[in-house]
């Protein structure tokens, strides 16, 4: 993939896993342009038979101008955003720029932090790491046409496999820096021949991601404190790779690009939980 002249061609996997358990969701009342945690109110919409046994939850804010993550409890990603993408763009080079100079600016925030969140549960509990949160994070001052600081949040629970799995894996010491291979420690850990497997890394400083060794080694470099604009924030980086990744399952083995492996981005000592759902009958990976 690229842009312009330098764009080419690539392959999709699109795999589509089957739920037993009706969507819930809820609104939002964001009260003011920060992060807030969503905890509460998603276990709460949780439906009955997702409070036992254990599965993934998919979580997704309906909006373009707000953002969920996976990050520390009382971190506000807001400020550290800002810094990365300030508005004063919006009067230099942006074009989208008549609601206001929050608006673009959030756009943009949304699209580093992402709208989505897949989460291990368990007994009807977000198997987040000690101190971890599921953020949304709100990007406007006074929300966007009609909307209001309102967001619209669904999740949708999609039932396990088999139990959730876990390993740990040790501070990043010598010549490794940041980034460590997990590859094989989630291949070990699939449950499933063919769905979905989600990766999520237990401590708000690290990260998940899919791509080359040296993809991994330049994110690292990019996203680490002090590098940069990205990394002028300490929570920001973590927050924009991903603290979780979920991936396609096929035969028993991870469906990744030749050369791609999973890794994890930062040097603390953290436990990874992996939970695999399966497309079961009638469903499908293209």
């Given at each position: 993939?690229?842009?312009g002249r ?6 999709v996997?699109?795999?589509f896993?089957?739920s037993?358990?009706?969507a819930?969701g809820f609104t ?15 276990l709460r919409a ?22 969920l993550?996976v990050?520390g ?9 800002s810094?990365?993408?300030p508005e ?9 720029t ?10 943009l925030k949304?699209s580093?932090l992402?709208c989505?969140?897949?989460v291990p ?12 949160r599921?953020l ?9 046409w ?11 629970p ?8 876990s390993?740990?894996c040790?501070a990043a ?8 291979d997990?590859?094989q420690?989630v291949?070990e850990?699939i449950?499933a ?14 990260g998940?991601?899919?791509?080359s060794e040296g993809?991994a ?5 990019a996203?680490?404190?002090g590098s940069?604009?990205?990394?002028a924030?300490?929570?920001?980086g973590?927050?924009i790779?991903?603290c979780?990744?979920?991936l396609?399952?096929?035969?028993g083995?991870?469906?990744?690009a030749?050369g791609s492996g999973v ?7 953290c436990?990874?939980v ?6 079961g009958?009638?469903?499908a990976?293209?």
């Open positions: 993939c690229g842009f330098e764009a080419g061609e690539a392959d996997t699109a795999t896993v089957p037993s358990a009706k819930g939002f009342s964001a009260n003011r342009r920060a992060s807030h945690s969503l905890d509460e109110q998603v949780l439906p009955g038979k997702a409070k036992t046994g254990a599965g993934v939850l998919l979580v997704h804010e309906q909006h373009t101008s707000a953002s993550s990050s409890d009382g971190v506000d990603l807001e400020p550290g955003m810094t990365i993408i004063s763009w919006n009067r230099e080079f942006f074009t989208h008549m609601e206001g100079d929050d608006d673009m600016p959030g756009h949304s580093l992402g989505s969140a897949a549960i368990e007994a009807g509990q977000l198997r987040l790491g000690e101190g971890q599921l949304l994070n709100e990007h406007r001052n006074a929300g966007g009609g909307g209001g600081h309102s967001r619209k949040v669904s999740c949708i999609i039932p396990a496999a088999g139990p959730l799995r390993f740990r040790e010491k010598g010549d490794r820096g940041a980034v460590r997990i590859t420690l291949q850990s449950a021949q063919d769905g979905l497997a989600t990766v999520l890394a237990q401590d708000a400083s690290v998940v991601a899919v791509c993809g080694h330049a994110l690292a470099a996203t680490s404190p940069g604009s990205v990394g924030d300490a929570v920001c973590p927050a790779v991903g979780s990744k979920v396609p399952v096929a035969q083995r991870l469906q990744l030749q890794f994890l981005i930062g040097t603390a000592a436990d990874v992996v939970g695999t759902t399966s497309v009958d009638g469903a990976s293209l």
